[in-house]
């Protein structure tokens, strides 16, 4: 085998032939006459200058302080029958526990702060928990204390 008996599997693309009639006529998309016409061309508006001087505001508009409440709270939401699925009656159930389970994700590198969820008919639970630093609904609270369960923070 030589060099020059070496081929390409596949041909090379080739540039769309414009500005010889079909799809793209006259300046074919390389806009009007003079500086613009020409390749390299760039023509900054002043315009643009002022704009690229201003500072970024991203998210919420340039009022970004107005709409945003800090003091929210964001929990990470977990089911009453989630809860029954994977606990034995007694269990302890907190952030920890529950992201050693795979119920929950970190957030922030951190357990995140828990709501647990009971659908509004409250689900018959049979074991009784220990609950331990977690937000609750309050059909979730009504069906924790209906099974026994301790409420702790």
């Not at 414009?18 to 508006?45: L, M, N, Y």
């Not at 034995?88 to 050693?100: C, E, F, H, N, R």
């Not at 069906?143 to 702790?152: F, N, R």
């Amino acid at each position: 085998m030589q060099l020059h008996s070496l081929a390409p599997k596949t041909k090379r693309p080739r540039p769309e032939p414009v500005g010889r009639g079909g799809k793209r006529g006259k300046t074919s998309g390389r806009g009007g006459k003079g500086q613009t016409a020409r390749a390299g061309h760039k023509i900054r508006p002043e315009v643009r200058d002022l704009i690229k001087k201003l500072p970024k505001r991203r998210g919420y508009g340039r009022n970004r302080s107005r709409t945003v409440r800090s003091e929210r709270r964001t929990y990470a939401p977990v089911n009453l029958a989630a809860l029954e699925a994977h606990y034995q009656a007694g269990d302890i159930v907190s952030p920890t526990t529950l992201l050693a389970k795979g119920l929950v994700r970190r957030s922030s590198g951190r357990p995140p702060q828990v709501k647990i969820l009971g659908t509004a008919p409250a689900p018959a639970l049979t074991k009784a928990f220990v609950i331990r630093d977690c937000a609750l609904s309050e059909a979730a609270r009504s069906a924790l204390t209906k099974a026994g369960a301790t409420l702790h923070g």
